[in-house]
């Protein structure tokens, strides 16, 4: 099951397991148990630490397998084999098992120790959901430090009774005794404020407490973490307040132009970024969005969670979210046909009919990716023409499954209230009105800037994004402005990154000028 390389890499990880492991499979007569009972057997061969027991017809899912340390009940299972991205969740439950420390702050493990009650998740994954393994990951987690909760990782693809059952239409989809607990990306943080209701409270009071930043910078994507590694090398007291760190990066997929990476993958690229700001005395205050900016000698950012901060100089760094098609029903039917990341929906629409909207770099890639799972795709363009790169038009024209549809308005997404069913548009050419019958959209027209929360205060283009000048200055004093939320023409993660660190100096510049002595001033002018 494993090649030669991954048995190596392994074997170095099971090397670090000083409690023994027990892997309890529960297997029937299907190709799924042989492929999982290969896994395991070569998982076994690579440490004394480990032992397997076979069970059949034990009530469990097959194939599936628990992990947990001999003598006691961890509570973690996966339902499927954990290869692609959940490969590394596999291996971090075998270490956390067999006693490895996690790298988990003291009050965060303390936090999960204190949960009271009786928790059951269950995650509906894809292997190749990009999203997917972190929510595994900090579940498996929980489950390891308080022995009240319990969590099972199922591969969508393989219990596909169960995701149609529970009406599953994106991934990951977490439920909670039963009931929908969350869909999409969650870190731990998330989990444990939504279970421990009085944590955001005590984290809002924690933050109001802080003393003024000389630079507090409003976003964690590449710009707001590239600011923060300028800023802290300064010296001066930097902080960063993000809703999510790495923002829309953690759901890109491929990275193929990152210049000295030949290719990484977005969460990889995060992981990096968190890891070089961690090096520096950066204050980061994460999942917490802003709703506020209030101009003045100290700039007060106020947060949703109703926190305050002050600072002698802010960086907004807030970047971009999906644009939305805005037409009735795609709300309604978000997450159930509706979605708008192929990478990690797109398994859950084998063998279905699907739509993409949009017909730029985004949307070829998705109609090309899907085209490969889905029975049918059709890409809708509201242009007369495609936009995409020449070399992606060419190798979309050669599948024999998309059907392309130009000068497209699309004007509804029709459903039987329980998914969708049907996409209307209008035909821009002559106006008539057509329907596409499928079971899913995946909306891929480019993005709108994160800028809701300071309209009015900072000038912002007709597009909503944030107007700067050359240095990054925005149209209030010491505040700046850097990456996909500006007016700069072209977004792409290493310009966000270069201007995130133009933005630093020219904060950094402001607060030299601004903090100068007045008879230093004159004393200079003389």
């Known amino acids: 099951m494993l090649d030669a390389n991954t048995k190596t890499q392994l074997k170095a990880y099971l090397e670090k397991v000083v409690m023994p492991i027990e892997i309890d499979a529960s297997l029937d ?77 003291a009050d965060v493990i303390e936090q999960i120790r204190n949960l009271d ?33 319990r969590h099972v990782m199922i591969d969508g693809a393989l219990f596909q009774d169960e995701v149609k059952e529970r009406e599953i239409m994106s991934v990951p989809s977490v439920f909670l ?90 969460p990889k690229l995060v992981a990096a970024l968190e890891q070089h700001v961690k090096e520096y005395d950066v204050d980061v205050m994460n999942l917490q969005r802003a709703a506020a900016l209030i101009p003045g000698d100290l700039i007060e950012i106020k947060l949703a969670s109703g926190a305050s901060l002050k600072a002698r ?23 159930r046909g509706v979605a708008y990341c192929p990478h990690c929906d797109g398994p859950l629409y084998k063998g279905k009919r699907v739509a993409v909207i949009g017909g730029g770099n985004s949307g070829v890639e998705a109609a090309i990716d899907l085209a490969g799972i889905v029975k049918h795709v059709t890409l809708i363009e509201y242009d007369s023409q495609l936009r995409a790169d020449s070399v992606l038009q060419r190798k979309l024209h050669s599948l024999p499954n998309v059907t392309v549809i130009t000068s497209a308005q699309s004007t509804e997404v029709s459903g039987d209230g329980t998914r969708v069913n049907g996409l209307h548009y209008t035909d821009r050419k002559n106006g008539t009105a057509h329907t596409v019958d499928l079971e899913g959209i995946f909306v891929q027209i480019g993005l709108l800037p994160n800028t809701d929360w300071i309209k009015g205060t900072v000038a912002l283009t007709a597009r909503g994004e944030i107007e700067i000048d050359a240095r990054g200055q925005t149209s209030v004093p010491g505040v700046f402005a850097a990456g996909d939320v500006t007016n700069i023409p072209f977004k792409q993660i290493i310009i966000a990154m270069g201007e995130g660190s133009k933005a630093a100096l020219s904060a950094f510049d402001h607060l030299i000028r601004s903090s100068a002595p007045a008879e230093a001033e004159v004393a200079v002018a003389a």
């Open 313 to 335: 100089s802010v960086i907004l760094a807030t970047g971009a979210r999906w644009r939305e098609m805005n037409v009735p029903g795609e709300q309604e039917y978000r997450n």
């Open 117 to 149: 009650g009786e928790f059951r998740f269950e995650t509906y994954i894809s292997l190749s959901c990009h999203s997917c393994p972190e929510v595994v990951q900090s579940l498996n987690l929980m489950a390891v430090i308080n022995p009240k909760i």
């Open 29 to 105: 007569d299907s190709t799924k148990s042989a492929e999982m009972l290969s896994l395991l057997n070569d998982i076994k061969s690579l440490s004394d630490m480990v032992t397997l027991r076979e069970h059949r017809n034990d009530g469990q899912r097959t194939p599936s397998f628990a992990v947990n340390r001999v003598g006691a009940d961890m509570g973690i299972r996966f339902a499927g084999i954990p290869m692609g991205h959940e490969f590394t969740s596999l291996i971090l439950a075998l270490l956390q098992a067999g006693g490895h420390p996690p790298k988990t702050e």
């Open 177 to 266: 005794n039963g009931q929908l607990f969350g869909s999409g990306r969650m870190e731990l943080a998330e989990i444990l404020a939504k279970l421990d209701t009085g944590s955001v409270k005590r984290d809002a009071e924690k933050i109001s407490q802080k003393d003024v930043f000389d630079l507090l910078i409003v976003g964690g994507g590449p710009a707001g973490a590239s600011a923060a590694i300028y800023a802290a090398r300064k010296g001066i007291r930097t902080g960063i307040v993000a809703e999510r760190f790495g923002g829309q990066v953690m759901d890109t997929m491929g990275i193929e132009n990152f210049i000295s990476v030949k290719a990484t993958e977005g």
